[in-house]
């Protein structure tokens, strides 16, 4: 019997080009949600991105937002809501939030979600102005939040305890954990050696090295200057052998200083940063590890500790409320913030005989895939999209 449930018209905001969590988050819900009974719009910046959604099955415009409130952007919004009758608005971030919450309003749209992804009081700002710029911010989307959306989004318990103390009222927030796709780390261990030799050779990293590494965006709230730190104090005591390399895979505004802290302490022959590499290369940047590293000092999820937990190796991660309650008992965690903390936790792993890293990678990969499944978290959002139109 033919289906009777209603088409949804989705549209997916973030101003973004680039790739990151966020982007990959709404690629998730552009696959699990595309085609059958839906109809999915993308507004996104210019970039690589714009092509992950249309290849996805997205209707893509490039949009950019200009102001924090940007009355261009508004007015853009209200006629798309319009013209193509969108029934579900899920923005993503403070400034797309905003905007499309005020769109959402004056268009009637029937359900509006709007969903910052790491809590804005989590946000690292340097400078007492700036600190004080982003109290006024967490104020005002909160206030924004509690009268024109529907719900807010929060990936944790943790999380959600957060945004109910900076101010948003707790029957507007419900929690939604990522998912990931397991299938992408599926492969044979002919097929992982043949992806690190390729990316070992790529950077010239001798083939014979105990790589340890991160993947992801160098901007402030990742922790990669805490990395470099506790990998440059192991080296300069010589407490690590000459055949231990970090790799640092992708790009971001801080690149260029981390490329000049590698050059500033002569560590061009044990620390490798890629820079921006292509998305079909994310699976290629795991198996070319042995240790995985997640030194962020804020995040509201943290997609990427499950990424490589699924990858075969040990985990190091900073001890984040919410990144323990994602992880488990086998990840080892260290101090947040704390380089010295980090360089004892490097150790530890590096201590562990073949067998035990073994031992520990397994445990890692069956607690992602008992508990962060792709089609749980699509199905959740379908649930939450139908019941606030059913309502309206």
Known sequence: MESTKKLMNILYLVNSGQPGGVEQYILDLVKGLSGGNNKIFVWCTQGPIAQWYKDAGATVSVKKINFDIDPF???????????????????????????AMIAAKLAKTKCCVTHVHTPISQWKTVGSFKSLFTKVENFVYSVFVNLLSDTEIALT????????????????LIVIPNGLDH?????????????????????????????????GRMTQEKGHQILLEAFSKLKASKNIGSNVKLLLAGG??????????????????????????????????????????????????????LEGMLSGVPVISSDLEVLKEVGCNEVVY????????????????????????SEVAKKLGTHVRNNYGMEKFVESYKKLYEGIILRA
């Open 157 to 172: 318990q943790t999380i959600k305890q957060v945004k109910f103390s900076e101010g948003i009222r707790k029957e507007k």
């Open 252 to 305: 971001g505004q801080l690149e260029e200083k981390y490329r000049n802290f590698v050059k500033e302490n002569r560590l061009e022959k044990e620390i490798f940063i890629t820079g921006v590499f292509e998305n079909e290369d994310n699976i290629k940047m795991y198996a070319s590890l042995d240790i995985f590293i997640f030194p962020s000092e804020a995040e509201g999820f943290g997609i990427v500790l």
């Open 73 to 99: 952007y508004i007015i853009d919004l209200l006629t798309f809501l319009k013209t193509n009758k969108i029934d579900v608005v899920h923005a993503n971030e403070l400034k797309v939030g905003i905007n």
């Open 334 to 357: 260290f101090i947040t913030g704390d380089s010295d903390s980090l360089a004892d936790a490097i150790l530890r792993i590096l201590s562990l005989n073949r067998g035990r890293r």
């Open 183 to 215: 299938s992408k780390f599926e492969f044979s261990q002919d097929v992982k050696n043949r992806y690190r030799a390729e990316i070992l050779n790529r950077y010239k990293i001798p083939i014979d090295s105990v790589v340890i590494g991160n993947i």
